[in-house]
Antibody
Framework: QVHLQESGPGLVKPSETLSLTCSVS????????WSWIRQPPGEGLEWIGF???????NYNPSLKGRVTISVDMSKNQVSLELRSVTAADTAVFYC????????????????????WGQGTAVTV | SYELTQPPSASVSPGQTATITCSGE??????FYWYQQKPGQAPVLVIY???ERPAGISERFSGSSSGTTFTLTISGVQTEDEADYYC??????????FGGGTKLTVL
């Protein structure tokens, strides 16, 4: 069973860089696309960006220039960096896999986000 | 930028059918998804690629599209279906966007 666990500091100061890690178990980070999504308190979901292990990535145009998503294959982790944060970046951050049950590996991110972590709350 | 518009709220009685709509400027060359989110929990994918149901999702959930609107239909609504529902779309360039969400109340 695939399990995702987000981790990182719960408090970040304005203008600093928010860094989060998504630890993946039950699957290889080489096998799927991975997204980060955030949800401000009491608000809706916002897609931040995604990545595939060998490079293809894309980001929300509204965040481009401030965000970087990367993969650490040795640790089977996906990371998020969001620079120059402000109070508007306060949110619960989720990582998610693009895939489907029974699909052991795929480059088709259009399966959608079928496995999510529990989320980690970050306050700026 | 591409935007998806959902009604903020919807209500339905148990056993009835709920329909939640999501409108975009165009549906051409895009894929569509629906997620269910209950309070304090992560979202759950209930429909992908417009009308496909992930393993373990009840047959009561179905997706369809017409014109510039795609729709989530929940038949035989149960109290456990009360949740926020988010539509999502992806374009051919790999840019994803969520709708604002619809709070479904089961009266």
């Amino acid at each position: 069973q695939v399990h995702l666990q987000e981790s990182g500091p719960g408090l970040v100061k304005p203008s600093e860089t928010l860094s989060l890690t998504c630890s993946v178990s039950g699957a290889s980070v080489r096998s799927y696309y991975w997204s980060w999504i955030r949800q401000p308190p009491g608000e809706g979901l916002e897609w931040i960006g995604f990545i595939y292990y060998n490079g293809p990535s894309n980001y929300n145009p509204s965040l481009k220039g401030r965000v970087t998503i990367s993969v650490d294959m040795s640790k089977n982790q996906v990371s998020l960096e969001l620079r120059s944060v402000t109070a508007a970046d306060t949110a619960v951050f989720y990582c998610a896999r693009h895939g489907a049950a029974g699909i052991v590996a795929t480059t088709d991110h259009y399966y959608g986000m079928d496995v999510w972590g529990q989320g980690t709350a970050v306050t700026v | 930028s591409y935007e998806l518009t959902q009604p903020p709220s919807a209500s339905v009685s148990p056993g009835q059918t709920a329909t939640i709509t999501c409108s975009g400027e165009t549906l051409t060359n895009r894929h569509f998804y629906w997620y269910q989110q209950k309070p304090g929990q992560a979202p759950v994918l209930v429909i992908y690629k417009g009308s496909e149901r992930p393993a373990g999702i009840s047959e009561r959930f179905s997706g369809s599209s017409s014109g510039t609107t795609f729709t989530l239909t929940i038949s035989g609504v149960q109290t456990e279906d009360e949740a926020d529902y988010y539509c999502q779309s992806a374009d051919s360039g790999g840019t994803w966007v969520f709708g604002g969400g619809t709070k479904l109340t089961v009266l």
